[in-house]
């Protein structure tokens, strides 16, 4: 059985940067695809960024630019390098792992950015 953890979330001021990371714990991490998530209050969850088990990333379009997703498969751990946040980056952020037709989920890390 795979878990999720993820770390890294805080308070940030505007312009500011934050690593997030996604530790695999359980099971081993190559061959999983991976992805970035977050929920702003009183928003639904969204897609931000993923990455294929071949390292392929994609992101959304607000984030291009500013965020890298990457993983360390030797390491079991994934990451979401956010540059220039932006208040409107404040959510709680969730990675995610797609195992075959199985979603796993993490418990979320807490992003604001503030001044």
């Known amino acids: 059985q795979v878990q999720l953890v993820e770390s890294g979330g805080g308070l940030v001021q505007p312009g500011g940067s934050l690593r997030l990371s996604c530790a695999t714990v359980?099971?081993?991490?190559?061959?999983?695809?991976m992805a970035w998530y977050r929920q702003a209050p009183g928003n639904q969850r969204e897609w931000v960024a993923s990455i294929s088990s071949g390292a392929i990333t994609n992101y959304l379009e607000s984030v291009k630019g500013r965020f890298t997703i990457s993983r360390d498969n030797a390491k079991n751990i994934m990451y979401l390098q956010m540059n220039t946040l932006k208040p409107e980056d404040t959510a709680v952020y969730y990675c995610k792992a797609q195992i075959g037709v199985s979603e796993v989920w993490g418990q979320g890390t807490k992003v604001t950015v503030s001044s």
């Open positions: 359980g099971r081993i991490f190559v061959g999983y695809a």
